[in-house]
């Protein structure tokens, strides 16, 4: 038996890599024989271009950029292709990780050091840009990125407004006269992880920003900027950030970059299998083992243990989903896609509990899992008479 290890990172918990490596751990373990191969995914949340640059054997480009807060900071991207394609994390330049709890404010937390990156990009002649926007601390629209790459926003007396994106409230019009000109150029890739619209009850700000630090009040708030920077998008470009879908990704970053960089917004995990070639991976496996914090029928919308399912039911192999969080009601929908769904926790426990205990977890669930495995029909039951 060869499976195939391809889970997604499990959030607040463990990175893919180290996922799948405890699965594989957990195999090793057992009493079954069989080959394993490791192919940790990511669906464009935290953790993605790593694994692409990775994957791909891509070089590290570091970057001197600023942070969500301004603050100077020492990060880096990726290229592949040799040279010709960047890969960037948007979390690695204004990322949530890089902030203390109690400094987490999306008002004034912006995307400007994104824009730092793919600038640097540019300067290093890259001709398409893929960037992965999971996990950023900002509500901002991208209108830091836009900033970094030279796009004004000004108010009704033609001054360069501050404080954004909480100033976009007042925002009047958009100079993009100074814009880069290499970055309409380049094929500019969004590789989005939910597919939220900007604006409204499932928008960027009212999903997201509590996450990042935002009250109520600075949800209406920011609600009503990136209304107000759509509008104006709108007039200027033609292009409506709040019609197109994944335009809730990373605050709206992904609408704003959509609108005025024409940017072409695509499901992460796809784009991901694809760009690695997954499938060439998944030819040799009979069996595909998946994973991530929680598997529902939310994950069928397009997150990493759906994507990898779906390729491998179009191949015809079996797929284990394993996850800390699995439906208790039958559902059919997830049932087309995953033969076996597996809860890893094997005790009641609070929520800090089951993530510092997810590693051993998933090792002691992959380790039964193959003796479960290694079981043959007779064995069943002979095992079935036993019990009776």
Aim: net charge negative; hydrophobic share 45%.
């Amino acid at each position: 038996m060869h499976i195939l290890i391809a889970p997604n990172a499990f959030k607040h918990s463990l990175t893919a890599e180290a996922a799948a490596q405890a699965i594989e751990k957990g195999l090793q373990q057992s009493r079954l024989v069989c080959q394993t191969t490791c192919f940790p995914v990511g669906d464009g949340g935290d953790g993605t271009a790593a694994l692409i640059i990775n994957k791909l054997e891509g070089a590290w480009v570091p970057t001197p950029v600023h942070d969500a807060l301004g603050r100077e900071i020492q990060t880096h991207f990726g290229l592949i292709d040799r040279g010709q394609t960047a890969v960037i994390e948007m979390a690695d330049a204004s990322g949530l990780r890089l902030l203390k709890h109690d400094e987490l404010n999306p008002l004034i937390a912006t995307s400007y050091g994104t824009g730092e990156q793919i600038r640097i990009a540019l300067d290093k002649g890259a001709g398409k840009i893929i960037v992965g926007m999971g996990g950023s601390a900002t509500v901002d629209g991208g209108c830091g990125i836009l900033q970094a790459l030279g796009i004004r926003f000004l108010d009704a007396a033609g001054a360069e407004l501050t404080g954004l994106p909480g100033s976009l409230t007042h925002l009047a019009s958009l100079d993009l006269s100074g814009l880069d000109p290499r970055v309409l150029q380049a094929e500019l890739i969004v590789l989005c992880d939910v597919d939220n619209f900007l604006l409204g009850p499932v928008g960027a700000a009212a999903m997201f920003g509590p996450q990042k630090g935002a009250s109520p009040q600075a949800v209406q708030q920011l609600d009503a900027a990136l209304a107000r920077f759509a509008e104006l998008a709108l007039v200027q470009t033609g292009r409506d950030m709040a019609s197109v879908k994944y335009g809730g990704t990373a605050g709206g970053a992904s609408a704003g970059l959509y609108a005025l960089l024409n940017a072409k917004l695509v499901n992460g995990i796809e784009h991901f299998l694809q760009l690695t070639h997954f499938d060439v991976a998944l030819e040799k496996a009979g069996l595909v083992i998946t994973g991530e914090g929680s598997i529902d029928e939310q994950t069928l919308q397009g997150k990493g243990p759906f994507g990898v399912a779906s390729h491998a039911k179009q191949k015809g192999r079996g797929v284990i989903g394993l996850a800390g969080k699995v439906p208790l009601e039958r559902s059919s929908a997830l049932q087309t896609y995953f033969d076996v769904l597996l809860a890893i926790g094997h005790q009641p426990a609070d929520l800090a509990t089951a993530l510092a205990d997810t590693e051993s977890n998933l090792i002691r669930t992959a380790r039964e899992l193959g003796n479960f495995l290694n079981l043959d029909l007779q064995d069943l039951r002979d095992l079935g008479t036993l019990v009776l």
